[in-house]
């Protein structure tokens, strides 16, 4: 990922530093908007940016396995779609939805996916911002006025604000672990939030898997939310397809084996779609704990109620998907400058 870098020990100053957890499209947005201001470091667990705006290749296929597109409805959100297609990022994917036989609705909203991948979307997000990738944070406790993040390899980093924009769960982990107390309201706030769980599968084919231009269906019930041929897409040189498992049948296949996950999943989309779907030698499968928020907050970021700011933000805020995400991190990036200010 050699686009994104961290500012050399001369750049650095003594403005007040923000930690974001999570390199997400939270995440990544709310440190692109706080990074004129601040000097802001993004931590995430993963190799990688993005959270599930993700990629993955097996063989010579390409996979889109997380979020498969985006749409822009927000004004403010669509002119930053703009200047994500203008720099490359993005390009249109197709207009309208999809249902069980393709598309439907073709006069709808444009869905943009990756110019290169939905992983590209994210890296170009992360651009010029202070990433630190394979580094989980483990606790965030108060320390007088600031805030001690404390990392996996025993290192600590002191803050003057923290954003947190991993899977709300993860984040209530982060902040039991540093002794972090919140207050009765938040604490029903944050425990109200829901999500589904989502098995991935991908799976190479041995030829064309026969689904309709442009490479996507969305079967109505049943075991498969969610099918895409990633070569009709664009973005795979050989066959290959993603499919997204319904919440039910995650839930109930949570815990099964790999290769029985692929066997039942590709049996289902067969079903689903009436397609031979010819698999190929490589696949593999992802769970997606936090797939979906079915519960969201209302607002799209949380200020925790506190003597340190402290804000909770994702695509569980608001609005679900890759635009609800990035506009509640954007929302968070305001809640920091506002707290920041009359301190």
């Known amino acids: 990922m050699d686009a994104i870098h961290r500012p050399s020990a001369a750049t650095m100053t003594a403005r007040p530093r923000v930690v974001v957890v999570g390199a997400g499209a ?137 954003v947190l924009t991993a899977p709300v769960p993860q984040s209530l982990e982060v902040l039991a672990a540093g002794a972090t107390d919140l207050t009765e309201s938040d604490a029903r706030a944050l425990g109200a939030i829901v999500y589904d769980p989502c098995l991935a599968v991908m799976a190479t084919m041995d030829g064309p898997s026969g689904l309709p231009e442009p490479g996507a269906v969305a079967p109505d019930g049943g075991a498969i939310d969610w099918l895409a041929d990633n070569h009709l897409k664009g973005i795979s040189d050989g066959h290959g397809v993603t499919v997204h498992a319904s919440a039910g049948f995650s839930s109930a296949h949570w815990r099964d084996a790999d290769v029985e996950v692929v066997e039942q999943v590709m049996a289902a989309a067969r079903v689903a779609t009436g397609l031979a779907l010819p698999l190929g030698e490589a696949w593999s499968v992802q769970r997606w704990r936090y797939a979906r928020p079915t519960v969201l907050h209302p607002r799209p970021c949380l200020v925790v109620e506190g003597p340190r700011p402290l804000v909770l933000a994702g695509d569980a805020f608001g609005d679900a998907k890759v635009e609800g995400a990035v506009r509640s991190g954007a929302a968070a990036a305001s809640a920091v400058r506002e707290l920041l200010a009359v301190r």
């Open 26 to 162: 939270a995440g990544l947005s709310a440190a692109r908007q706080l990074g004129d201001r601040y000097e802001v470091v993004v931590f995430d667990k993963a190799r990688g940016v993005g959270g599930r705006m993700a990629t993955r290749r097996l063989g010579d296929a390409t996979f889109d396995h997380g979020a498969q597109f985006l749409t822009a409805h927000d004004p403010g959100y669509a002119r930053a779609v703009e200047e994500w297609s203008a720099a490359g990022a993005v390009v249109p994917w197709f207009h309208g939805q999809v249902g069980p036989s393709g598309v439907r609705d073709r006069d709808g909203h444009v869905r943009f996916r990756g110019a290169v991948s939905m992983n590209a979307v994210a890296k170009h997000l992360a651009v010029g911002l202070d990433v630190r990738r394979s580094t989980r944070v483990r606790a965030v406790s108060g320390v007088g006025e600031r805030w001690q993040v404390h990392l996996d390899d025993d290192a600590e980093v002191t803050a003057d604000a923290v």
